[in-house]
Nanobody, 118 residues
Framework: EVQLVESGGGLVQAGGSLRLSCAAS????????MAWYRQAPGKARELVAR????????NYADSVRGRFTISRDNAENTMYLQMNSLKPEDTAVYYC???????????WGQGTQVTVSS
């Protein structure tokens, strides 16, 4: 069974930091492009950041570029999102996503709530 388990969410004041983790089991993240998405109440799910496999390249949503950093540790089968200078508009449920590079399969985590108070 494939599982992506997010952790590290919580309540933080504006300007603070959080580090999200996404631990995978049942798949080897080496063979997946990984990403973080988020969904705020009443809004569509949006891409926050993506990281490729191999010699990783990253891309970010304009709203988080310069504040968030996505990374991966293939040896630990885990992906991270370091979030700094958090803003109230970053409040959302954050989801981990894995898309296979050799298969058409993709997987989602269950989400972790991030709440930023003003």
């Amino acid at each position: 069974e494939v599982q992506l388990v997010e952790s590290g969410g919580g309540l933080v004041q504006a300007g603070g930091s959080l580090r999200l983790s996404c631990a995978a089991s049942g798949i080897t993240l080496t063979y997946y492009v990984m990403a973080w998405y988020r969904q705020a109440p009443g809004k569509a799910r949006e891409l926050v950041a993506r990281i490729t496999n191999g010699d990783p390249r990253t891309n970010y949503a304009d709203s988080v570029r310069g504040r968030f950093t996505i990374s991966r540790d293939n040896a630990e089968n885990t992906m991270y999102l370091q979030m700094n200078s958090l803003k109230p508009e970053d409040t959302a449920v954050y989801y981990c996503h894995a898309r296979g590079i050799f298969t058409s399969y993709d997987y989602w985590g269950q989400g972790t709530q991030v709440t930023v108070s003003s």
